[in-house]
């Protein structure tokens, strides 16, 4: 009991249980799933199809959180993307294979830019992200020449609202991506590195890892996951906004690897446990509206809601509120 | 010396921490106007008898009277006010104000609610002229060497109206003429009736300046005696609870080992860290040793070989092959390797696990993309932490929670699972009690004797003689004489240096 209280995983997957929880409260159907059309359908499902895109960001922020860094770039690099698909299909690319790689690789150079500025030219990532942060919605106007880019194409579409083995393509998207990730730096010793970087740069480079090519790494890798959440925010909505496409998401993103408790100090991180920060975002936006609160409350009880799951992760916390417990006895 | 009243009392004092009875019903005495060193090794029990002193934890049992009363500080703050005031190793105060700023932090001169800093900056300037010391005061605190900072937080600690000083391991970072400085301080504390309680790893230390010796061992006090009546190597035993023959063993002869072509030839080597000029020679099976004062280039010289600082001039043969080494990488991929002088900051990745900690640079070399199997890494640390008598409840216990021989020991083994050609140890010992200092000095003379080239920067001239076929003294980064061999004794190194300087 005790191990398990301290496992890092509880207290996220208690938060999410507990919320879902609720919402089964205030409906009784909201657990239940339905297969219709060769697809799955429910309140579940769709918690976690509209948590993809903050999902996505967060399995990259995860790795720049763990060397110490933060992308604050993301929710920009969504917009980018999301223009360079949108104008490409408008202007007749067909293949969406190819729409797809020229987004993914406008999201590699914004993040090997980052990772420049970063691991480089040794800016700080909260600085060097916000260059882009800025300059990204402005450089997504310039592309879609400051209007709201729309298209019509079921293909692309499909990667937003379409279906893949049951699942909606977001979510399938979203599994992909967490397992080809998760490979890519458990399966290496790239996470270890990540975590040595993020735990004591000076000490890392006695050892002899290339400390600024492994600050490059992850924010490319980054670049690469907002690019993706960017396809998936274009193709539902089937077109490009400049200004609003994931606009703040980059701190959502942010609070989900918070949530999966992780350290902005930088250390050890778990691509899977953001993803259940995300996930518990993306429960507590659903329960508001299932609970009928008036929209004029929810950003105030979502603040409320995610302080008190931070509090509880923090051990310090937890100790006074025992002492408080056993005090009263 | 005549035994005034005690100012400072221990009587049976008990703390117990879950699993371990970190001090078992110890007496201590402290009187007005004498030093009084408190030695033991690590675990022993020395920090946790200071920090019931210093009020960081409360005592489960026993009494401390201060003056015949018994007081229970409940606090640093409390001890404070009660006249208990402790000097750390690290300097705890504020390294971005000013000098002056710190010395008075909490208690500065003000005048309508502001702060008057002239007066401030006058009564500072004042204080540290007590202690011998002209600085700007005005000038941040960390701008200073940790040696000056260390007697501002003397300065402020007595200032505080201390009766009662503990220095814990206060000398850890100065060089010769710091402490002898520090020493100076320390004495005319004692003649103006300060009772100082003195924790230190260095014995020479103990015997210049103390008056009584308490040793504790495992959490008891194995006895208290006047430091001119005990010889040394009855301390060495009172601390280590048998004769450890390694430490006062006579010099060893080293192998010869074959004379063909040196494994490592250096000459004129020059960096933009401020190394200006060293030349040697290394071969297989030899150690070097790297002598000289605080600031005279060893470290310099350490981290220009293993590609942390940008070469400037000279050269570096190895294998009769030129190299330039311009990264930690391209040192490793020569089988280089260096455990740092500041193991804190430099060696250890705190957090990471004592696995993670050993396999890491062997991780490094083989690529990102070729990750060693779980197995593999579990057998390597296993292994390592066998043969390095590495003291841990499992490999997967944060490397952090070591003491710092077994950190050391932690670093070392990172090292030789690398199976290094040339292994570079900027000051092996530092911060480490006796037992695993002799360990660590024994390894070394055991992995030399395998074939592999040393190179040991220390301040500890005892340890170079102890291990060194060669010693390199070096002064304001110039290597200023080499002394071989037979002649490798520690009257010629001190002469050396004392003679370049």
Known sequence: MRSLLQHRGFWP????????????????????????????????????????????????????????????????????????????????????????????????????????????LGIQPIVA??????????????????????????????????????????????????????????????????????????????????????????????????????????????????????????????????????????????????????????????????GGVPPTFNLLIKSLVIVAVLLLQSAPFRRQLAALATGRR | MSAPAAVLELRGVSKRFPGAQALDRVDFELAAGEVHALLGENGAGKSTLIKLLTGVYPADGGEILLDGRPIRPSGPAEALALGISPVYQEVNLLANLSVAHNLYLGREPRRFGGIRWRQLNTDATRLLARFGLDLDVRRSLGSFPIAVQQLVAIARGVDCSARVLVLDEPTASLDAAEVKMLFGVVAELRRSGTAIVFVTHFLDQVYAISDRITVLRNGARVGTWDAAALARPALVAAMLGRELEAVEQARSVHAAGSRQLPVLRVSDLAADNGLASASFAIDAGETLGLAGLLGAGRTELCETLFGLARQTGGAIAFRDREQRVASPAAAMRLRFALCPEDRKASGIIGPLSIRENIVIALQVRRGWWRRLPESEQARLAGEAIRRLGIVCPDAETPVEALSGGNQQRAILARWLCTEPCLLVLDEPTRGIDVGAHAAIIALIRELCSRGLAVIVASSEIEELVAVSDRVLVLREGRGIATIEGPAVTEPAIFRAIAEAS
């Open chain 1, 129 to 290: 992200t916000l260059v882009l942060m800025v300059a990204g919605r402005g450089i997504a106007q310039l592309i879609n020449a400051g209007q709201i880019v729309t298209f019509r194409h079921e293909g692309f579409a499909d990667l937003g609202v379409g279906s893949v083995l049951a699942l909606p393509t977001p979510v399938a998207i979203l599994l992909v991506t967490l397992v080809l990730v998760q490979l890519l730096v458990r399966g290496t010793a790239l996470g270890l590195f990540i975590e040595a970087v993020g735990f004591n740069p000076r000490a890392s480079r006695h050892v002899g890892i290339r400390v600024g090519a492994v600050k490059v790494a992850v924010y490319a890798i980054s670049g690469l996951c907002a690019a993706l959440a960017g396809i998936v925010v274009t193709a539902d909505i089937q077109g490009a906004d400049a200004n609003n496409a994931g606009l703040w998401l980059e701190l959502d993103a942010i609070l989900a690897v918070v949530i999966g408790g992780a350290s902005l100090a930088g250390g050890r991180f778990s691509l899977w446990l953001s993803v259940v920060g995300a996930l518990v975002i993306q429960a507590l936006a659903t329960t508001l509206v299932i």
């Open chain 1, 13 to 120: 997957l208690a938060a999410l249980a507990v919320i879902l929880l609720a919402n089964l409260a205030l409906s009784p159907e909201f657990f239940a799933l339905e297969f219709r059309d060769g697809r799955l359908y429910g309140s579940l499902v769709d918690v976690v199809n509209r948590a993809a895109p903050v999902a996505l960001l967060a399995i990259g922020m995860s790795l720049v959180i763990a060397t110490g860094g933060v992308d604050l770039s993301v929710g920009a690099v969504i917009a980018i993307a999301g223009a360079v698909a949108a104008n490409l299909l408008v202007g007749g690319v067909d293949a969406v294979p190819l729409v797809v790689l020229l987004a993914l690789l406008t999201g590699l150079m914004a993040g090997l830019v980052n990772g420049g500025l970063v691991g480089l």
